[in-house]
C-alpha cells in the first residue's frame, strides 16, 4: 500500500497528537466523546469532476471533550504539504448543537461549519506540533477561555438545556426502536 504525501503528513501529525498531546490532556480532564465532527464542504476542494475530500482514509472524526458544550478536533488533513508541513495542525473548538443561534458577540470569535443542511459553530487555531508541550497549555488555556465566553453570554446554560433535550429524545427513540 503506497502512501500519498498528504496521507503521510497526516499520520506524522496524529502520531505527535496521539503519542503526547492527547495523553497530557487526559491528564488534565479531557476525554473522548460521543460525538463526531460532521464533514463539511470546507474538508473539500471542488475539481473540474466534482468535489474531492481534503481528508484521507486515516482520517479521524473523534472529539474530545472537558467541559460541556465545548467540543476539541484535530484536523489533521488541513494544511499545505511540503517538507516540514508535518509540524502545523488546526485545533478546532465546536459546539455540537447544529444550526444554534448564536449571540451577535460570539460572532467572529467562532465561525460556521458548514453541512449539508445547517452549520455548526467552530472556534479553529492553528497549533506547531514541534513544541507539544506548548500546544497542551495553549488548547487547553483557550478551551477555558472559550468556556469563559460562553458563560459570560449566557450561551453554555442554554446548550446544556439543548443537550439534555437531544439525548433524552435519542436514549427514548432508541427505547422505542427496541421495543
Not at 458544550?69 to 484535530?74: C, G, K, S
Not at 445547517?118 to 513544541?131: E, Q
Amino acid at each position: 500500500m503506497s502512501l500519498t504525501d498528504r496521507e503521510k503528513l497526516e499520520l506524522m501529525r496524529q502520531g505527535i497528537i496521539r503519542g503526547f498531546i492527547i495523553p497530557q490532556l487526559e491528564e488534565r480532564g479531557y476525554l473522548v466523546s460521543y460525538w463526531k465532527r460532521p464533514i463539511s464542504l470546507e474538508d473539500m476542494y471542488l475539481r473540474d469532476d466534482g468535489w474531492k475530500p481534503l481528508y484521507s482514509r486515516f482520517t479521524s472524526w473523534e472529539t474530545y471533550r472537558k467541559d460541556y458544550p465545548l467540543y476539541l478536533f484535530f484536523n489533521t488533513f488541513y494544511g499545505d504539504v511540503y517538507e516540514k508541513a508535518y509540524k502545523n495542525c488546526f485545533t478546532e473548538y465546536l459546539i455540537s448543537i447544529p444550526n444554534y443561534q448564536l449571540t451577535s458577540s460570539l460572532l467572529g470569535v467562532f465561525t460556521r461549519l458548514n453541512v449539508g443542511n445547517g452549520y455548526y459553530w467552530k472556534h479553529r487555531m492553528p497549533i506547531n506540533l514541534l513544541y507539544p508541550e506548548a500546544c497542551v497549555k495553549i488548547i487547553d488555556a483557550t478551551y477555558d477561555e472559550l468556556i469563559i465566553s460562553l458563560a459570560r453570554e449566557g450561551v453554555l446554560d442554554e446548550l446544556e438545556k439543548l443537550e439534555s433535550r437531544i439525548k433524552g429524545h435519542s436514549r427514548n427513540s432508541s427505547q422505542n426502536s427496541v421495543s
